[in-house]
């Protein structure tokens, strides 16, 4: 693979006319050494499948090429087309596909095989594509994401931590998520107003049935739309103090303390009682 030849990165922006939209939350990282850490951080390779969405100018998608892994991008942008269609011209091992990520089949993309995710998400559908590869039809086999600080915290605190909530409950019921490395927004081109984190998921082996995910995103939304309510308050309409009892909770308790496997329990006990 000849992708050393390339132009830099900010030569092919240029020479290519583009400009950063804000409208696709684009911020791009063309220091090629933040990149590669990316990509080791994902611990893919040779005979990998990684599937990036959006690639932008490529730069995560060059230090994903550089592992031998194969890598199918998808951007919304049209006009990075010219300019990936460049690096895929010297490596083979590049898709393009020019679409909406949140509406993408992830299961016809990789083919029926396992293939792993990274990106560095766009702000403004970080959150919802992720909630779609943990809870929809198509699971990943890892998923290496770049989030806001303050998203990768929601992901990644546990019980009686600030950011603790719904969408912590939700990763932490389906995978093992750790904060793996932390990018002042100075590493941004142009720089977000926010500093930034990239996140490790692992998909668990037995992710839970999509019936328990769905009382699961139900408890979680009753539990945490009053997040300083105590639970026979907050779930007062899914079962109150009997649906807590069964699931051998504190009713006096408020969302923000309750543990993972408490949620759960309460989602089962939501699901024996319909
Ligand atoms: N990966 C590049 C990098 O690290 O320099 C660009 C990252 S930039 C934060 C987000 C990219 O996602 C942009 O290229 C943007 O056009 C693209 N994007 C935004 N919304 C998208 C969507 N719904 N589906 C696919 N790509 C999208």
């Not at 100018?57 to 230090?63: C, E």
């Not at 898709?95 to 509406?103: E, P, R, S």
């Not at 009997?242 to 089962?268: K, M, S, T, W, Y």
């Amino acid at each position: 693979m000849i992708l050393e030849n390339l132009p830099t990165l900010r030569e092919a922006l240029e020479a290519h006319g583009l400009m950063a939209k804000k409208a696709f939350g684009q911020h791009f990282l063309l220091d090629l050494n933040i990149t590669r850490k990316i990509a080791r951080l994902a611990n893919v390779g040779e005979g990998d499948h990684v599937i990036e969405v959006g690639p932008g100018p490529g730069g995560l998608t060059r230090a994903l090429l550089e592992t031998g892994a194969r890598v199918t991008a998808i951007e919304k942008d049209e006009r990075f087309a010219p300019l990936l269609q460049e690096v895929a011209d010297v490596a083979p091992g590049l898709t393009l596909v020019f679409g909406d990520a949140l509406k993408a089949d992830e299961a016809t993309i990789a083919e029926g095989q396992p293939a792993h995710v990274v990106s560095n998400l766009p702000y403004n559908v970080g959150t919802p594509l992720l909630i779609k590869w943990l809870t929809g039809p198509w699971t990943p086999k890892s998923l290496t994401l770049m989030f806001q600080r303050e998203v990768a915290d929601r992901i990644t605190e546990g019980p009686g931590e600030e950011a603790y909530g719904r969408l912590a409950v939700i990763v932490q019921a389906t995978c093992q998520a750790q904060r793996v490395m932390d990018a002042p927004a100075r590493a941004f081109t142009p720089p977000p107003k926010v500093d930034s984190a990239v996140v490790h998921l692992k998909p668990l082996a037995e992710r839970p049935s999509q019936q328990r995910l769905d009382a699961l995103q139900r408890i979680t939304a009753a539990a945490f739309g009053q997040r300083r309510k105590m639970l026979r308050s907050s779930l007062k309409v899914l079962g109150g103090e009997d649906l807590i009892a069964a699931a051998g909770l504190d009713p006096q308790v408020r969302a923000e303390v309750v543990p993972v496997d408490g949620f759960l329990a309460l989602a089962d006990a939501w699901l024996a009682r319909r």
